[in-house]
């Protein structure tokens, strides 16, 4: 029998597509149903879930991302307007600190922010004390964190972050050195070179959206 063992490792890797299709999904639906941030979470919660416990079969995080914007078109239709007024509010901020040369990062870039989703924007600015200067001089109060950014392949920082509240919405900033804004960090979800767009590009989005919206008679 020649063909057998060809034959059983062609069943075996589409066993495996298909878990790792069941997988992905399952984690959207978790990430979407119970404000679940993190990927590596959500896979696990969704492998234990459905008893599927081999590393092949973990999909990747490009795939849940692709998962869960497929899950809120289909099942959570609220998340669609949600997503405008968050990319709306994102341009009217960046205008506010175009000073910093904002940039949209996250989820309401991707197109997977839903009603939870905060505002994501990277601030860039060699002087640390800036961004929040600036907060304080237009009585904003914001709530001061940290986060580790990867730069690159070699290297991380702990970058500051600036919480803060307006239009019923969560703003998110980091502050990043000026240096990186020539190369984007590292994305948790792919370790590929971030995602990221202008205030231009935040522009450009909007306006095809509403061409879209227009052309398919929303």
Avoid: C
Avoid at 70 to 88: H, W
Wanted: aromatic share 6%.
């Amino acid at each position: 029998m020649p063909h057998a063992r060809p034959h059983a490792s062609q069943h075996a890797q589409t066993r495996t597509r298909e878990r790792r299709h069941r997988l992905a999904h399952e984690a959207a639906r978790l990430m979407a149903e119970s404000g679940i941030r993190d990927y590596h979470q959500a896979k696990l919660k969704a492998a234990e879930r459905l008893g599927i416990f081999d590393d092949a079969s973990l999909p990747r995080n490009r795939e849940i991302e692709d998962a869960l914007r497929e899950y809120q078109r289909l099942f959570q239709r609220d998340s669609i307007p949600a997503l405008r007024k968050r990319r709306e509010a994102a341009l009217r901020a960046m205008e506010f600190f175009t000073a910093f040369q904002p940039r949209l990062v996250g989820p309401v870039l991707e197109g997977t922010a839903d009603t939870r989703s905060p505002v994501m924007l990277h601030l860039y600015s060699d002087d640390p004390d800036a961004a929040p200067r600036f907060l304080e001089q237009h009585g904003i109060p914001a709530e001061g964190r940290s986060r580790r950014v990867r730069l690159d392949r070699e290297r991380a920082a702990d970058a500051p972050v600036w919480v803060f509240s307006a239009e019923e919405l969560t703003f998110d900033l980091t502050v990043l050195p000026l240096d990186v804004l020539r190369q984007a960090p590292l994305s948790s979800t792919d370790e590929k070179p971030m995602k990221r767009a202008s205030a231009g590009q935040v522009r450009q989005l909007l306006a095809e959206e509403e061409i879209l919206g227009y052309e398919s008679g929303g």
